[in-house]
């Protein structure tokens, strides 16, 4: 039986936890190793809503694990306990309308124009949509408990090199996030620093996303508990100390926007390296370990978009796994 084999699945990130929980959920017996566990991990700064991400290389892989994701997220608003929600939401700025027309605009939910005067000041045109929200920490311990209800467990683990999981299994699935590029000698992948200040929450309840071509802009992330404030990318940063000045920037910014965060408490300011890749990488290839060949499926590369492509590419994971077991 192909799925009697063990997978080990490298990375307890977003992309880690979910690989695991489907191939777990499909049968394979799974062993998560991590360097970190799933709250120490990059995922758990994400803000995080399901967003389409802007075209790249392979859009037609992109759409579907897109498309797929959103399904999946629908299905856990119904859940209570999964840290998922459906958030009324308003998108400002740099959104053209060929990219509003777009194959990906056409998977969010409720697109629509919103009134311009709605719209804060200084921005000409913005869209209102109803986008899957994600609390990361809640989620996270979500999909931990999912995974240990499906079998698999979670070690911490580090490893100097994919050979030493392929010593432990035949199937070895790479989802190290940044690590990748080290691990894999893969030179295309860089961080993306990343930084939030988190404020309690004074009742808000639509996202707020400012969309534009450069390091900074305005979003904000309203949970039942707390509000998640950004955002920024610095390229080739890996520094992951909070900067005051950009703390500053993304507050004066934020209360701009909706002036009743003025009076809210910062809870605390959270900082990570978002794995960037020219393009995302899901495919397989032949692992070489100390006790044979194995099958290596690659599951890095996805920048800011983790959350928004997990399930889609989980899905291939699962898929991938198959093909190899059936050679």
């Not at 939910?109 to 009134?115: E, V």
């Not at 010593?167 to 860089?190: F, K, Q």
């Not at 900067?243 to 209360?255: A, F, G, K, M, Y």
Request: glycine letters at 10%; aromatic letters at 6%; one cysteine or more.
């Amino acid at each position: 039986m192909a799925n009697a084999q063990r997978v080990v699945v490298v990375g307890a990130g977003v992309s880690g936890l979910t690989s695991a929980v489907c191939l777990a959920e499909a049968g394979w017996p799974v062993r998560v190793w991590t360097a970190a566990m799933p709250q120490q991990t990059t995922s758990k700064v994400a803000g995080a809503v399901w967003l389409p991400p802007r075209p790249a290389e392979r859009a037609s892989d992109t759409l579907a694990w897109t498309k797929h994701s959103l399904r999946v997220f629908g299905e856990l608003a119904d859940d209570p306990d999964s840290g998922v929600q459906l958030a009324p939401a308003m998108a400002v700025g740099e959104l053209t309308a060929t990219e509003a027309m777009s194959s990906a605009a056409a998977l969010i939910p409720d697109l629509r124009p919103a009134d311009p005067g709605d719209l804060p000041d200084g921005f000409g045109n913005g869209f209102r949509a109803t986008l899957p929200m994600i609390d990361m920490p809640l989620y996270l311990d979500y999909l931990t408990r999912r995974l240990a209800a499906a079998g698999g467990d979670i070690e911490v683990h580090p490893v100097r090199s994919l050979a030493d999981a392929a010593d432990a299994a035949p199937i070895v699935v790479n989802c190290t996030g940044l690590a990748a590029g080290l691990l894999t000698g893969d030179d295309t992948v860089r961080p993306l620093f990343g930084q939030h200040v988190v404020l309690t929450n004074p009742g808000l309840r639509q996202v707020f996303l400012e969309i534009n071509g450069g390091p900074e802009w305005t979003c904000y992330f309203p949970h039942p508990k707390r509000v998640v404030c950004g955002g920024i990318s610095v390229a080739g940063r890996w520094d992951t100390a909070a900067d005051p000045d950009v703390t500053e920037r993304i507050l004066q910014r934020s209360r701009q926007i909706e002036p009743r965060l003025a009076d809210a408490e910062v809870v605390e300011i959270i900082t990570g390296l978002r794995p960037d890749r020219p393009t995302v990488r899901v495919e397989s290839e032949p692992l070489a370990g100390a006790s044979g060949a194995a099958l290596c499926i690659h599951n890095y590369g996805h920048g800011g978009n983790g959350v928004t492509l997990s399930w889609g590419c989980a899905r291939d994971v699962v898929r991938l796994a198959g093909q190899g077991s059936a050679r």
